[in-house]
């Protein structure tokens, strides 16, 4: 059984951690995202001021870090299916994401693309008004593959067709299938562009790739800062809930060494 001392120890260095990614959001994020961003904060300060054990306190840590990999995980979806469509050339990932995102609303053209996912079950769940802590509202990924396509499908009825074929991000409602397959919208690969990239990320936990002008040198750079992140998070979920229970997508890890190899 852990001491209080060991106790205390893993309780700073999970705040330390989310602290980190509470420091990556803007202020527009930091109201939505509040609950889950305060979660571990609070508790430390009840915990300094007495007015809650080191044991009550880890708990409330390990909550937040449950939301985190939520967050984190779901967006192995978006990011894998996307590749896949890079890599059968139904996106670009230059023109996807050369240019930076404006995060504040979406488009007419994103919107009637950010609806259509919403039929898959995965990115209904992200951006279900619904589906409140421990998780909260994550339409961010949503948003971001919306955006790509937007910029990128010149044959959007086949990028629909892939994901569906797929799975990538869960079963679809049948009822959707003739939306998708009379889906238009003009390509722009400036849609929802901005001139500078954004400081933060648009929502906490938030880590798919953006803001790539130079495909093998950005995308290294953000595999390096994804891995960093998913590491320190992956150790401290795994000193709360045990050794192996984040669990590991090879293909995601895969993807992501490539780029760090220089692939």
């Keep these: 059984m852990a001491s209080t001392e060991q106790k205390v120890s893993e309780i700073d260095s999970a705040s330390e951690v989310m602290e980190k990614e509470a420091s990556l959001v803007g202020k527009p994020s930091l109201e939505r995202d509040n609950a889950i961003l305060t979660m571990g904060k609070n508790a430390r300060r009840f915990m300094s001021e007495g007015k809650m054990t080191s044991?009550?306190?880890?708990?409330?840590?390990?909550?937040?870090?449950?939301?985190?990999?939520?967050?984190?995980?779901?967006q192995e979806h978006f990011y894998l299916a996307f590749e896949g469509?890079?890599?059968?050339?139904?996106?670009?990932?230059?023109e996807s994401f050369y240019h930076p995102i404006d995060w504040r609303g979406r488009s007419e053209a994103v919107q009637k693309v950010y609806s259509l996912l919403k039929c898959f079950e995965i990115p209904k769940k992200c951006a279900s008004i619904e589906h409140?802590?421990?998780?909260?509202?994550?339409?961010?990924?949503?948003?971001?593959?919306?955006?790509?396509?937007?910029?990128?499908?010149?044959?959007?009825?086949?990028?629909?067709?892939?994901?569906h074929a797929g799975g990538f991000l869960g079963p679809l409602d049948k009822d959707s299938v003739t939306r998708m397959a009379s889906i238009e919208?003009?390509?722009?690969?400036?849609?929802?562009?901005?001139?500078?990239?954004?400081?933060?990320?648009?929502?906490a936990?938030?880590?798919?790739?953006?803001?790539?002008?130079?495909?093998?040198?950005d995308m290294e750079t953000w595999a390096?800062?994804?891995k960093d992140r998913y590491e320190m998070l992956r150790v401290e979920y795994e000193k709360s809930y045990g050794e192996g229970t984040w669990g590991e997508n090879e293909q995601l890890r895969d993807s992501v060494d490539g780029w760090l190899s220089g692939k």
Excluded at 85 to 94: D, F, I, Q, T, Y
Excluded at 206 to 216: D, G, M, R
């Design 55 to 74: 044991s009550q306190c880890g708990m409330r840590l390990a909550d937040q870090l449950e939301c985190f990999r939520w967050r984190f995980r779901v």
């Design 85 to 94: 469509l890079v890599n059968n050339r139904l996106l670009s990932l230059e």
């Design 132 to 163: 409140q802590p421990p998780v909260g509202f994550f339409e961010s990924p949503v948003s971001w593959l919306a955006i790509a396509i937007v910029r990128s499908a010149r044959e959007p009825v086949r990028v629909f067709e892939f994901l």
């Design 185 to 203: 919208f003009e390509v722009n690969p400036q849609e929802m562009a901005c001139v500078k990239p954004w400081e933060h990320i648009p929502q």
């Design 205 to 217: 936990g938030f880590w798919l790739p953006q803001n790539i002008k130079e495909t093998a040198k």
């Design 224 to 226: 390096r800062g994804f």
